[in-house]
């Protein structure tokens, strides 16, 4: 499995609870690959350099999607994004990692999905089948997502009715967007609330343990599948499925 | 104003987009600063250098919120970051324009928000007033926030029954947790949809064009006010408003 993190400090809560999880996860007998993006030094930014290191696209000329699909058929990628597309294929399941900054994953991290999950690779057509790759035709289909995340807002802020909306519904372009979308079974995210009132780091270690443990047995969410008849050819939910509804749950089900 | 934008290629539709949105805007008698990240070499991540760059934070003892906040107070943030600061300072609306890369901004311009919106800067606990600057209470009341966007996604895969989900709850993150809660009125964002496969730009330059020349006359987003009892203490709405709805849109109203 891939545990992908993302916090810039290495005394931090965050650093501490991926040291203790990805240990947890060696005690129970996985084989664990980390990318720590910022002890990699991770460059977040996607620039010309991604449409192909052979044939180096001016930058006025460099078309992201046809570009960087070019790229990874052809094997010119920049090496250090096929390493981590490399790790992914190797994983079972992916943790994701991160403190929340503004409602979204930190920057660093924004761009390993931005570099790393590009057309061909993470979605698009498959070349030998025609097939679009995505949701349950994904690439990515038969491993786990789990998102490990802490906050400052407290509890009830995410909750149904909180200021800040419901934590899978903030996440949706991460959890449905990103993540099912690319084939993965994703589990309801664990979330640290109040994060910088952590006074005793044991129960919270516990928690995300508890969770760790059951990473293969939980349910996870239950995202519509796209190609059995829910959806129109337009990408909309058919009407007699939760007619008159909108909202991001009509996609749960 | 403020224009900020983040796209990789000079050459790009979002690059002919801006170039035509700032002319339009020029013309209509504003003043328009640009940071266009890429062009600008902005680097996104976040790391210790900006706790402070007199007295420089070892890595490990760097706390984001803390170290940010103290740089600000103290004047000793990146140059680069009070730049960015005082673009915001003196504009009167943000532009805010990307291509929506896995369901939100690209790394570049997230790390644009992490960076430059840091604690006692853009919310937190104002100093003289003890306040909390937040919403109605914002640093940034009075400014407009516009997104401008663009997608490969078709325009009904972001309506309201769209597998994609409603732009303005796929986006709610920047569109309520950022841009509203620094205190913005935020208009509902232009999205152009199924954008790879634009023949003329005519029709589209006029559709944003339509949009800009109304940027100060528009009806914000109705975001409810977070300090006038519709909240509890604990930041959940209370339960009189909207009884038994959740879901993103009960903070519209």
């Known amino acids: 499995m891939l545990w992908l993190s993302a916090h810039p400090s290495s005394g931090s809560l965050n650093a501490a609870l991926r040291?203790?999880?990805?240990?947890?996860?060696?005690?129970l007998g996985n084989h664990v690959i980390e990318s720590d993006l910022y002890s990699m030094g991770w460059d977040p930014v996607v620039r010309a350099r991604d449409g192909g290191r052979a044939e180096q696209v001016p930058t006025d000329q460099f078309r992201v999607s046809r570009d960087t699909r070019r790229a990874f058929l052809s094997?010119?990628?920049?090496i250090e994004v096929q390493v981590e597309q490399q790790k992914v294929c190797d994983a079972d399941a992916l943790i994701i990692q991160f403190p929340l900054w503004w409602y979204g994953v930190p920057a660093i991290l924004k761009g390993w999905f931005d570099r790393v999950f590009i057309s061909g690779f993470a979605f698009g057509i498959n070349p030998e089948t025609?097939?679009?790759?995505?949701?349950?035709?994904?690439?990515f289909v038969g491993k786990r997502a789990f998102v490990v995340t802490t906050l400052g807002d407290r509890e009830s802020a995410i909750g149904p009715r909180g200021k800040s909306g419901e934590l899978t519904q903030m996440l949706f372009g991460l959890l449905h967007?990103?993540?099912?979308?690319?084939?993965?079974?994703?589990?309801?995210?664990?979330?640290?609330?109040s994060s910088d009132f952590v006074k005793d780091i044991v129960p919270v270690q516990q928690s995300l343990w508890n969770r760790l443990d059951n990473?293969?047995?939980?349910?996870?969410?239950?995202?519509?599948?796209?190609?059995?008849?829910?959806?129109?050819?337009?990408?909309?939910?058919?009407e007699h499925i939760r007619p008159g509804e909108s909202g991001l749950d009509i996609h749960r089900g």
């Open 19 to 27: 040291r203790s999880g990805v240990e947890r996860l060696h005690q």
């Open 75 to 78: 094997d010119t990628q920049p």
């Open 130 to 139: 025609g097939r679009k790759m995505r949701f349950e035709q994904g690439p």
């Open 177 to 193: 967007g990103t993540l099912a979308y690319t084939g993965m079974s994703v589990l309801t995210p664990w979330a640290l609330a």
């Open 215 to 238: 990473l293969f047995t939980d349910d996870p969410i239950q995202y519509r599948p796209q190609f059995t008849g829910q959806y129109t050819d337009l990408w909309e939910l058919k």
